[in-house]
């Protein structure tokens, strides 16, 4: 009795053994990571790259993130910070078009070429806050101007447009505590 049963659990063990061997991917069948190296050619590669890399929405992520991080900036009197990214967001823009030249017009004839970029630049280095603040207000207006011009005026109804239409009374700000 008890060498069948010992019969049995070993059949048993031996099923659910074979059967988790099967489950654990070999080293040859394991997916593999070199999603650019793998592919034919280079034409392949570069197709992928570009999907990858996407659009015009990747960087005016990146640009509302660092506007948002200016406008803090500001409001804490780091000038220099707010400069720092002041000037990556000029280069994101630039980017941006680089990969959709269809906005490119509107992007440097609104924004870039236009003053509107250069002169919150100078007003910051100037660290005249009054200049500054007008300044910010003239780049926010067109941002969101350029978003009607392009046809996605939908994006100014958010919260990084509203809580940026004006500043704290005092500049002795609650970000710094
Ligand atoms: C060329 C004109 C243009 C300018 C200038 C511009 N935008 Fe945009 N923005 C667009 C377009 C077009 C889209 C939609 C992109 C798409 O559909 O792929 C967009 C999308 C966005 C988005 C959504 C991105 C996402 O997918 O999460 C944000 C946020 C944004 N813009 C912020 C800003 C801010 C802040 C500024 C000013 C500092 C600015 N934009 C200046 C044209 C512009």
Redesign the pocket.
Known sequence: MKSRYFLILLIIASTVGISFSIAQPTERNKPSKHWLLDVENDTERFARLETYLR????P??E??HR?EMVYDAIVNNNYELASYHWRK?KTT?KN??LK?PA?KF??DS??LQSNVWASLEAALQSNDPKKIKKAFSV??K??MG??V????PF?NN?K??HRTESFPESNESKLRN
Do not use: N, P
């Not at 659009?55 to 990747?58: I, K, L, M, P, R």
């Not at 011009?149 to 996605?152: A, G, H, Q, S, T």
């Open positions: 659009g015009f929405d990747q005016m992520w640009v509302g506007y967001i823009i941006g078009y959709r906005r509107s992007a609104m924004f780049a926010r067109t941002c350029c978003h011009v392009e046809k996605v994006m958010q990084m447009f």
